[in-house]
């Protein structure tokens, strides 16, 4: 293994070209909850506005039970129960595009690192059905709570109390905006799943291949970076681990590592990485780093107080994946006194 400047750049483009794909099903999805948030408002302003004529003595068990209110809600679960079998629907083939995609670049990308021109096979049909059933089944279960939570989050939007001396239309308006906000929590949710489950299919991708021995995290090293990615770039792992397993929406990749050109049989001193680290990218962007870690956390790095890696911490997750997160200021400054 040896990468190369070549490498990097194809590990840039093909994360260009997965997140248009992932952007396009995002964009659909914005636009198909806007659509039906149009088709059901109209309940909502019914019921927001039969709540106010109840005045300020009505009980929460008063409210739930009135006919404008039961029937928003049962309209709102049947759309939500439409949408949630539609997101499914709306990932499939740009999902299948992205692996199919990434199955024919990595062959470019592990061409890159080698002393000589080769090519190499790409995932097999049977590894890319694998990851894409996986994956399908990942974003259905994910999916399943969503209804019942946007419900019951539009319930509280209903039932949560109204300034005093507001005028009832005013009230009311405010309360549908609250229901709204709390509807398109569902579309937030969506998005997440859609975005890194996609990511994640595109990354399990790059590992099948038979040269191909483990990968690296790759963060993007610029002012948007979140410390805990910087801390976990350049942190090599076997092809059988999952990742890189960095924040939902996160946008860090793995670049795929190869058997060494020793043992693949060439006789050549292999060069170095060109790789930038952490400590690189301090020296060569100052200001760019204290705009992404912090200006303490940049302190406590140059004072020696804390690590690079302690930037990161792994969080479980009992309803999905785990993933590593940013360590809060408040743990690094008790380690910095240690």
Known sequence: MAITNKTLSLITQMGLVVDDHVDAVTGALTARWSQVWHEISDEWVNAATAIQAMGAEATPAQILRLNQVTRALQVTADKLEELSDEVAQMIADPLERVVNYT???????????????????????????AIVARTM???????APLVADSIVAMKASLLRGIAAGWHPDRAAREMVKRSRSAFNGGLSRAMTIARTEMLDAHRAVQTEN?????????????????????????????????????????RCARIPVTKTWKDLG???????????????????APNEVV???????VMMLNDGTINVADM????????????????????LRKKAEA
């Not at 191909?212 to 990615?229: E, N, Q, R, T, Y």
């Not at 060439?266 to 060569?284: A, G, K, L, S, Y």
């Not at 911490?313 to 360590?327: D, K, L, V």
Request: proline residues 7%; contains cysteine; hydrophobic residues 35%.
């Open 291 to 297: 705009s992404a870690l912090g200006p303490e956390r």
């Open 103 to 129: 199955a024919e670049v990595t062959g470019d990308v592990v061409a890159s690192q080698m002393p000589v021109s080769m090519s190499f096979t790409r995932a097999s049909d049977q590894a890319m059905s």
């Open 137 to 143: 089944g990942n974003i259905t279960s994910s999916l």
């Open 210 to 250: 038979d040269t191909v021995i483990g990968w690296k995290w790759f963060a993007h090293l610029d002012a948007h970076v979140c410390p805990s990615c910087a801390a976990m770039h350049g942190e090599q792992f076997d092809t059988d681990v999952p990742g890189p397993e960095d924040h939902p929406n996160g």
């Open 266 to 284: 060439f006789d050549i001193e292999e060069p170095p990485d060109e790789w930038e680290t952490v400590w690189d990218w301090m020296d060569r």
């Open 312 to 331: 990161s911490t792994y969080r479980e997750n009992t309803e999905w994946r785990g993933s590593y997160q940013a360590t809060p200021l408040s743990d």
